[in-house]
């Protein structure tokens, strides 16, 4: 069972406009939410991350957002660059010691100029 | 750029010999993971280490072995490859505390054949 599901295999987005991309989680114990960013034959990049005692964080161009009645949380990038073409995958974990994250599928961003 | 390093970068090997992964860190960090990515299940998680000779089993552990001997060396060990093993593993470095994000190397693509 997928415990962080990210729906959207694919996104694309004109350059310019916001891209938002969706998570959603099953396990009600998770507190501590991450996006990472990835490019081919690289690992991923660190984006942004949220504790679960915030409903919204942000840095520059990237918001996340945290709906914990829902167990949802959402990326958005605005505006798009074409740079921003790339792999995003959601993540969370349990806050004790060592970060065990668990992923979603990944949604692949593709700006479009 | 967190200085995490991964050897080999692609290895094809046979069914039934053993394989050994390297991960190398230079920013001293307690905690190391190894996951391996596929295709619509995202990352997910081995192995992990909080300290030299420190492990503990992640969520797709059978077939795999990690040692830690100092604390910048985590090695995964697969002791008799099969085809399932057939994959991209990261290695990932973290600090000490929950929030600092984890730095990943940028894998190593094995083959099974």
């Known amino acids: 069972d997928q415990q962080v599901k990210q729906n959207s295999p694919s996104l694309s987005v004109q350059e310019g406009r916001i891209s938002i991309l969706n998570c959603d989680y099953t396990?009600?114990?998770?507190?501590?939410f991450l996006w990472y960013k990835k490019y081919p034959a690289e690992g991923p990049t660190f984006l942004i991350s949220?504790?679960?005692?915030?409903d919204k964080n942000e840095d520059g161009r990237f918001t996340v957002f945290l709906n914990k009645s829902a167990k949802h949380l959402s990326l958005h990038i605005v505006p798009s660059q074409p740079g921003d073409s790339a792999v995003y995958f959601c993540a969370a974990s349990v806050i004790q010691g060592a970060q065990k994250l668990v992923f979603g599928q990944g949604t692949r961003l593709t700006i479009n100029p | 750029d967190a200085g995490i390093t991964q050897s080999p970068r692609h290895k094809v090997t046979e069914t039934g010999t053993p394989v050994t992964l390297r991960c190398h860190q230079t920013e001293n960090h307690r905690y190391m993971y190894w996951y391996r990515q596929d295709p619509g299940h995202g990352l997910r998680l081995i192995h992990y280490?909080?300290?030299?000779?420190?492990?503990d089993k992640g969520e797709v552990s059978d077939g795999y072995s990690v040692s830690r001997s100092k604390t910048e060396d985590f090695l995964l060990t697969l002791e008799s490859a099969t085809s399932s093993q057939t994959s991209v593993y990261f290695c990932?470095?973290?600090?000490?505390?929950?929030?600092?994000?984890?730095?990943f190397g940028n894998g190593t693509r094995l083959t099974v054949t």
């Open positions: 990932a470095s973290g600090g000490p505390t929950y929030n600092s994000p984890l730095h």
């Open positions: 949220i504790s679960s005692i915030k």
């Open positions: 280490s909080y300290g030299v000779k420190d492990t």
């Open positions: 396990n009600s114990m998770f507190d501590y």
